[in-house]
């Protein structure tokens, strides 16, 4: 995705979204092909959406990403037309029913799998096999927010617990070595 401000337009260039289409036009978007083109005036709405359906906002500013896993056992909220969302965002997707499920940049297989065709020549679907589990990488916290009691949905801790506690093990054995200097 690609985003500019010049001569007081924003311009988006990004992939098909049909959510960032429709709210595009509620906020004064204009197709003019290869992109998206919005007055300036309305950057904080068109960040907002930007975040929404892509997750990311270009050159309007940063976002607070978490990592999540989902279990697609049980993670029904983002099947649609042959493609698996988080929110908005893209996941997964089966543009023709005997290809193979397209990953977007953000997510990963950890677990599990797919079967090679799903769905119907006019509607792929995706058909996860059981105990498939897909990592999301940089989804916005306010998705995140709307999302974190599904079933299905995992937030990955960017904490290494053994680290921490090897670390604080060390430290413990410093402190009693300074007690014992100080003792004396």
Not at 30 to 38: G, L, T, Y
Not at 121 to 141: H, L, M, Q
Request: proline residues 3%.
């Amino acid at each position: 995705m690609k985003v500019t401000v010049e001569n007081e337009k924003i311009k988006v260039n990004s992939p098909y979204n049909k959510s960032f289409v429709a709210g595009a036009k509620q906020i004064q978007g204009k197709w003019n092909a290869p992109c998206w083109v919005f007055p300036e005036e309305n950057k904080e709405a068109v960040k907002a959406l930007l975040i929404e359906c892509y997750g990311e906002c270009g050159e309007l500013g940063a976002v607070s990403t978490v990592t999540v896993d989902l279990d697609l056992d049980t993670y029904t909220e983002g099947y649609e037309d042959g493609e698996i969302r988080v929110g908005s965002i893209v996941v997964l997707k089966r543009l023709y029913r005997d290809r193979e499920v397209i990953f977007s940049d953000n997510a990963m297989l950890i677990s599990g799998g797919f079967a090679t065709s799903g769905g119907s020549a006019k509607n792929p679907r995706i058909s996860a096999d059981e105990g498939t589990i897909v990592r999301v990488k940089g989804v916005p916290e306010t998705i995140y927010s709307k999302i974190k009691d599904h079933e299905g949905v995992k937030l990955v801790s960017d904490i290494d617990v053994e680290s921490l506690k090897a670390e604080r093990e060390k430290l413990l054995k410093r402190i009693s070595e300074i007690d014992g200097l100080l003792a004396l």
